[in-house]
């Protein structure tokens, strides 16, 4: 893990422009999605590079899946998570960070460049489509103005193709300049390129659930790969802010502002779980004063989720000690973002092991993964009880996928607070179990299976949006993306 350098992001004033936390996070078109990065002048690699790994966060710390997946509650302005309809443009993400790695990957000075380039852009494009299903990838990037939109399944087949290809084209001795997550450090690199095909391929279960088919033939290849992955929170995919200019996005939260909070759903569950972590899942208050006592407290009250406005205000004025988001001193100016951790592999490998797709130990895998998550909190490894209850326990002989519920719910808690992570968990399992917004506005009253397609889509790309509408079974928040049917 490294702290961002701020002498490196000196020359990236709008950088931090890219990192969207609030619930309009997609909402802006920055312009022509497929801009062409083979026509440039002479780029600045590592700026690129380092506005990039600035831009990544912004994905796990955005709030509209954390609302889906009720980690949080909207305190004031509570469409979101009433489920109003989530029409948002994914083209900025095009024209900006995509149009950046893309460059890389072109015009690199080396494969070590172009190998990171190629791992943070299949990150970067496995939230967009986890986000709203089918959209432009094999024509994108490319100088076409209207892409077609590639199927879901498609642009994962592509996606864990291009992570195997990127982590083997690592290697030698190119520097890899701008980097402030690894710091050039090309063995951890690959670590997290398996690590995010581990993520992809677990994520294709309900589709290909057996051993054998694709999803577990990926998982293995990924899994048994020369170059590792993260086994350590040493090694975790994570970025530390140094404060002021440069500061985390958990801190932008509440500057100044304290429309969230802990959901009441999130809470119940931690504390039918007796789990420690809810030490620093959930805060006291916004106030990051050191002069004021409840800066860095916790607090387990959650806030009620999915009500209308006026209830919601009513309430927080009752019960001033809700639970903010992270305790205080974990959403501090230089806290970090997690994008991808030990804990997360850990709890894969059990999964994948109790579906039958490893011969791992499962018991040890989920026992690995649960202490590594307490860890990266800098809390204590649970005691030996919080194993055997019956909400936490697992049972061996693996093999079977008896176990898939409780080992899904520590994915979920060990996800927190990225929202996307929770969102997809729950939408790929059914766990843990939520129940729709009690206030929701929108037709159905469940809760949002999809991002719908923006209204840039449908003015500069009518065509091929309107045929993707049409292949998906309607452009709307209840059809569900390819993988969670």
């Not at 469409?79 to 015009?107: A, K, M």
């Not at 992570?421 to 059914?430: E, L, S």
Request: charged content about 15%.
């Amino acid at each position: 893990m490294k702290t961002i350098n701020i002498k490196k992001l000196a020359v990236l004033p709008l950088a931090l422009g890219l990192i969207f936390t609030s619930c309009k996070r997609y909402s802006s078109d920055f312009g022509d999605t497929n801009i062409n990065p083979g026509v440039t002048g002479s780029p600045l690699f590592n700026a690129l590079m380092t506005n990039s790994l600035v831009a990544a966060p912004g994905y796990a710390a955005q709030t509209r899946g954390g609302l889906y997946c009720q980690y949080f509650s909207e305190t004031q302005y509570t469409d979101v998570s009433l489920y109003s309809i989530p029409q948002l443009n994914f083209e900025g993400n095009y024209s900006g960070v995509l149009n950046d790695l893309q460059n890389i990957i072109n015009n690199g000075p080396n494969d070590n460049m172009k190998g990171v380039a190629r791992i943070v852009k299949t990150y970067i494009f496995s939230n967009i489509t986890d986000a709203w299903g089918d959209v432009p990838y094999s024509q994108a990037l490319s100088g076409n103005g209207t892409p077609a939109f590639d199927r879901q399944s498609d642009i994962y087949t592509g996606m864990l193709t291009e992570l195997a290809a990127a982590v083997n084209q690592l290697g030698g001795t190119g520097a890899i300049t701008g980097d402030i997550i690894y710091s050039g450090n090309v063995a951890k690199w690959q670590k997290f390129g398996n690590s995010l095909r581990m993520r992809l391929a677990i994520q294709l279960s309900k589709k290909y659930p057996t051993a054998g088919q694709f999803a577990a033939t990926q998982f293995n290849a990924a899994l048994t790969h020369p170059a590792g992955f993260i086994a350590s929170n040493s090694d975790n995919c994570v970025v530390n802010y140094p404060g002021g200019n440069f500061s985390s996005p958990w801190w932008g939260l509440y500057n100044g502002r304290r429309d969230f909070g802990e959901s009441d759903q999130m809470t119940a569950l931690m504390s039918s779980l007796t789990d420690g972590r809810q030490v620093v899942f959930g805060g006291k208050t916004e106030d990051q004063n050191p002069s004021n006592g409840d800066w860095n407290q916790p607090s387990s009250q959650g806030v009620p989720y999915g009500r209308i406005r006026a209830f919601m205000e009513s309430w927080t004025s009752a019960n001033p000690s809700w639970a903010r988001v992270l305790r205080g001193d974990k959403r501090t100016q230089a806290s970090s973002v997690m994008i991808l951790s030990a804990s997360e592999t850990f709890l894969h490998r059990a999964e994948a092991a109790d579906r039958g797709w490893t011969a791992e130990n499962l018991s040890s895998m989920y026992q690995q993964g649960i202490n590594a998550s307490f860890e990266q909190w800098g809390l204590a490894a649970p005691s030996a009880a919080y194993f055997t209850q019956g909400s936490v326990a697992v049972s061996n002989p693996a093999g079977t996928g008896a176990n898939i519920k409780n080992i899904a719910i520590q994915q979920y808690v060990a996800a927190y607070p990225d929202g996307q992570r929770g969102w997809n968990i729950w939408r790929r399992t059914g766990w843990p179990t939520l129940t729709p917004a009690a206030d929701a506005t929108n037709t159905s009253h469940q809760i949002p299976q999809r991002w719908t397609y923006g209204q840039s889509s449908y003015g500069s790309n009518t065509a091929n949006v309107n045929a993707a509408a049409s292949a998906i079974g309607g452009d709307n928040q209840d059809t569900k993306v390819w993988w969670a049917q």
